[in-house]
């Protein structure tokens, strides 16, 4: 007889300040190196980086959604555990401080002098853009 799959799975989200989510949930999609990805219960295992995206949950017919930077997720049949450099909420994040950090971040690149400030401004950009588009799903 076949061994009959949990209809949830566990989530834990977890960076080096605090433990963002630990919830039983319906669906995980995250932003993998390799691209987008979606996990359900009942999933085959594997290890895989993530890259700076948002990450979306599904918890009956209600989705949460997260904005992360970098990190790694573990998933088994029954659970996905991250753990990211940065995980907020869309609730958490301050939309007027991502887009100001957004807007100073495109100056910089403008400016078009290549070194390691360039180098971080690409980074700051790329992780407000995410914060702001999640803020706005609130």
């Known amino acids: 007889m076949a061994e009959q799959t949990k209809d949830k799975i566990l989530l834990e989200v977890v960076t080096p300040e605090r433990m963002v989510v630990s919830e039983e949930v319906d669906e995980v999609i995250l932003p993998g190196i390799e691209g987008e990805f979606g996990v359900l219960p009942g999933h085959i295992p594997f290890l895989t980086a993530l890259k700076v995206g948002e990450m979306v949950y599904r918890k009956g017919g209600q989705s949460e959604h997260l904005a992360l930077s970098w990190g790694y ?3 088994s049949a029954e659970s996905v555990k991250v753990l990211a ?3 907020e909420k869309a609730t958490e994040i301050d939309l007027s401080r991502a887009e100001l950090a957004r807007q100073e971040a495109e100056k910089i690149l403008t400016a078009g002098k290549e ?8 980074v700051t950009l790329e992780k407000s853009v995410i914060r702001v588009q999640v803020a706005g799903r609130r």
């Open 73 to 75: 997720v573990e998933v």
């Open 85 to 87: 450099e940065t995980a």
């Open 115 to 122: 070194d390691a400030e360039y180098e971080r401004a690409k």
